[in-house]
Antibody, heavy 119, light 108 residues
Framework: QVELRESGPGLVKPSETLSLTCAVS?????????WCWVRQTPEKGLEWIGE???????NYNPSLESRVIMSVDKPKNQFSLMLHSVTAADTAVYYC????????????WGQGIVVTVSS | EIVLTQSPGTLSLSPGERATLSCRAS???????LAWYQHKPGRAPRLLVY???TRAAGIPDRFSATGSGADFTLSISRLEPEDFAVYYC?????????FGQGTRLEIK
């Protein structure tokens, strides 16, 4: 059974960089799947941040593209999210997820991590 | 960018009733690359349907979904207490793989 687990700081100061990691167990990061990040706020609901394949080639939400970088760490079997220049609007529950059959829907999900942007 | 609009925003029903949720896309979602999720507070979203109509593993058959092109529907035939949650559709035909704004299914 594939399991995903998010980790990272729960509190980030405004204008700084949010960095999260998603550790993958029960499966390989180099499988034929997309790995993605989604966040949830009460105001917007679920928001797709972006996705990345193990070979790189990320796709980002245009609304966040100028601030987002995703990467894959094959030896550690994990992938990461960096969101620069954060504001209070980036306060959310962040989820990592994995697609299936080479598609971009979320079959497996992490439990989510609450990130608050505040000084 | 394909924008998904879900309706209604909130649906108030009683256990045992039937729920019908709609998801309309701003453009054709080719290959029916559309998924539905159930989301409860404090939990990860749960995949219900992919490919517009294929139930994910372990999803009860009271959940059914249909649609093609730009109009999609999720139905829950006989609501159980655990079905009250927020439901989202997502298209994964073309990046960005955006979600609809969600339908809140609440107990009447």
């Amino acid at each position: 059974q594939v399991e995903l687990r998010e980790s990272g700081p729960g509190l980030v100061k405004p204008s700084e960089t949010l960095s999260l990691t998603c550790a993958v167990s029960g499966g390989s990061i180099i499988s034929s799947n997309w790995w993605c990040w989604v966040r949830q706020t009460p105001e917007k609901g679920l928001e797709w941040i972006g996705e990345i394949y193990h070979s790189g080639s990320p796709n980002y939400n245009p609304s966040l593209e100028s601030r987002v970088i995703m990467s894959v760490d094959k030896p550690k079997n994990q992938f990461s999210l960096m969101l620069h220049s954060v504001t209070a609007a980036d306060t959310a529950v962040y989820y990592c997820a994995r697609g299936a059959n080479g598609h971009g829907y979320g079959l497996y999900w992490g439990q989510g991590i609450v990130v608050t942007v505040s000084s | 960018e394909i924008v998904l609009t879900q309706s209604p925003g909130t649906l108030s029903l009683s256990p045992g009733e039937r729920a019908t949720l709609s998801c309309r896309a701003s453009q054709t979602v080719y290959s029916n690359f559309l998924a539905w999720y159930q989301h409860k507070p404090g939990r990860a979203p749960r995949l219900l349907v992919y490919g517009a109509s294929t139930r994910a593993a372990g999803i009860p058959d009271r959940f059914s979904a249909t649609g093609s092109g730009a109009d999609f529907t999720l139905s829950i035939s006989r609501l159980e207490p655990e079905d009250f949650a927020v439901y989202y559709c997502q298209q994964y035909y073309r990046s960005p793989n955006g979600f609809g704004q969600g339908t809140r299914l609440e107990i009447k």
